[in-house]
């Protein structure tokens, strides 16, 4: 192996980063959108690299990423309902024709590039509605003013990314060193979705 077997199969940065924001009103509606986005740059998907560990003392037959369905299978099950191993070379071909990864029942993961994965996204990161009384009926009430809003916060997100969020900057696994670990997600935990409910009054 040599510098020619090298090459560059992901970048961290991202091309271009920002934000945009939409304000308006009708009668007595108001309304702000608040949206980020991120265009190019890549991820590495541990979580989804880490579910190809089969791990032989406690993992076997444990809940897994859809993707396994495309691993190589030395397994099946029967009419009973029970997992035996195939050693039917015949059975083995016919289970596996369309398999894209190796077999996962092995003590660590698997690397590959298919894990690095576009972190481009659009996300909707504020969104408030509010509404204004009118004053004619808030001033029976001795009100000046008085509006109610809904604010919302990382409702949604548009990427082709296939882990929970694009955007993940730490490596939150119990033996890490907790160190910021941008483009590299394993279990890193989601952002919050938030909802708001609030009034404004004056009198």
């Known amino acids: 192996m040599n510098e020619d077997d090298v090459t560059i199969i992901g970048k961290t940065m991202p091309k271009h980063t920002g934000g945009f924001t939409f304000n308006g009103n009708y009668k007595s509606f108001d309304f702000t959108l608040g949206f980020t986005y991120q265009i190019g740059g890549d991820v590495y998907n541990a979580t989804a690299m880490s579910s190809m560990n089969g791990g032989k003392d406690y993992k076997f037959g444990g809940n897994r990423l859809k993707l396994i369905e495309d691993t ?118 989601p952002k919050a979705r938030t909802y708001t409910f609030g009034l404004n009054l004056t009198f």
């Open 72 to 189: 190589y299978k030395l397994y099946d099950i029967n009419e009973s309902g029970d997992i035996y191993l195939v050693t039917d070379p015949n059975h083995l071909n016919e289970m596996n024709m369309n398999a894209k990864y190796p077999v996962f029942y092995s003590e660590y993961s698997i690397v590959s590039s298919d894990f690095i994965e576009d972190a481009s996204y659009l996300r909707l990161q504020n969104l408030t509605i509010g509404y204004t009384f009118p004053k004619k009926w808030m001033e029976k009430l001795l009100i000046n003013n008085l509006r109610i809003y809904f604010t919302g916060s990382n409702l949604f997100c548009l990427t082709g990314y296939s882990g929970i969020d694009p955007d993940v900057n730490v490596d939150n696994d119990a033996g890490g060193d907790g160190f910021p670990t941008p483009s590299y997600d394993f279990n890193a935990y």
